[in-house]
């Protein structure tokens, strides 16, 4: 007999953390015994600091009220990614298995703050939920995710400014657009707000920003379409189309070392430097890229944007989302074995050995 489980998480890896914490394990489907099969149980269950394992499933898990509820205590939960089609390179196949979050009844995900998504396919909008508090969004990270909703900030009914302090978008895969807007309240402030090795395959839009901010880091990304955010430091993205961007999307910011499939253009940024205009992107990226979409922005040799970024010290950087110290790793799989297929036989003679084979894939 062979047995296979796509995508089912390897939990023998064990995560250095606090000898506290612990990881919870939640899979919804049949025959398979998990700490939960519900999203919504294992957050109320876990404390601060556990990690929240979500095994892939063909059915998305949910929430209650489609919020994620912290309480002050932070937690990181942990899928498979998504691309993981053998037959067709289409990421939202309802035939793939993938740790997939879905929202109910059409509404919106909900997060607010304490909390790092990892390997996650959000299935639906995304939107950084203001609530009572001094702070209305705070430690909140996504890394190597996939939006098919796209993500908001939504400042609700609740009045006073609008405040985001700590939050990180790294290694996703955007389907659909990113829209922040902080409104025009002085008491705004958006603090610790870092955008690197992405892929924008729609608007990326951040407007306004509030006078009360700190740096905010656009880097090594690849942008389909347009972009905008103010008094920003963008280096060594990569912006594939041949349409110039507005010419107030990079207002008082720093533009270091992007390369541009458009001729030159205005801009109101206040440095621009090292930037490099009507590039070939045909010539940029390799032609043959596999069975997984993503991998259609791996430098092809010699592109021109290999070491074309802003050096790390001495050592030459890349430009575009696998560029960089942290690279952008396809098939949103973190580095965590996963198993990939179990060949079991359906018998064996008494006395004689049994051979099982396992199969595991890993972005280490």
């Not at 899979?27 to 957050?43: I, K, R, W, Y």
């Not at 404390?47 to 949910?62: Q, R």
């Not at 909390?115 to 909140?140: D, E, H, Q, R």
């Not at 430098?299 to 030459?316: E, H, K, Q, Y």
Request: glycine share 8%.
């Amino acid at each position: 007999m062979k047995r296979t489980f796509i995508n089912l998480l390897f939990m023998l890896f064990i995560i250095p953390m606090d000898t506290e914490a612990k990881i919870w394990r939640v899979n919804n489907n049949t025959d398979v015994v998990s700490d939960f099969t519900s999203l919504s149980d294992a957050m109320l269950a876990y404390a601060s600091g556990d990690t929240i394992h979500l095994e892939p499933s063909l059915v998305g898990y949910t929430v209650t009220d489609n919020f994620f509820f912290t309480a002050n205590r932070f937690v990181t939960i942990i899928g498979n990614g998504y691309l993981f089609a053998t037959t067709t390179d289409n990421p939202l196949d309802p035939d793939i298995r993938k740790s997939m979050i879905s929202p109910t009844a059409y509404a919106k995900i909900g997060v607010n703050a304490d909390i790092k998504f990892i390997g996650i396919c959000f299935a639906g909008m995304v939107t950084l939920k203001k609530i009572s508090g001094p702070k209305y969004v705070s430690n909140v990270s996504f890394e190597s995710c996939l939006f098919i909703g796209g993500i908001e900030y939504s400042d609700g009914a609740v009045a006073g400014a609008d405040q985001i302090d700590g939050l990180h978008f790294s290694k996703n895969n955007f389907f659909s657009m990113v829209s922040i807007n902080l409104t025009a309240n002085p008491a705004n402030l958006l603090y610790n707000f870092t955008v690197e090795n992405n892929i924008f395959y729609y608007s990326f839009i951040i407007d306004p920003v509030p006078t009360n901010h700190d740096v905010i880091i656009i880097r090594n990304n690849i942008f389909k379409t347009d972009c905008t955010c103010y008094q920003a430091y963008w280096a060594n993205n990569i912006f594939t189309s041949i349409t110039p961007p507005a010419v107030s999307g990079f207002d008082g910011g720093t533009l270091k070392n992007n390369l541009f499939a458009c001729p030159t253009f205005v801009t109101n940024a206040s440095t621009s430097v090292n930037n490099q205009f009507d590039i070939n992107m045909s010539a940029v990226f390799i032609s043959n890229p596999g069975d997984s979409p993503d991998n259609v922005y791996v430098l092809a040799p010699g592109s021109v944007a290999i070491g074309a970024g802003v050096p790390n010290g001495l050592d030459p950087v890349d430009c575009g989302a696998y560029g960089g110290p942290n690279p952008y790793k396809p098939n949103g799989m973190p580095a965590i074995p996963s198993i990939s297929e179990l060949n079991v036989p359906p018998s064996v003679m008494e006395g004689n050995n049994i051979h099982i084979g396992v199969k595991s894939v890993s972005n280490n």
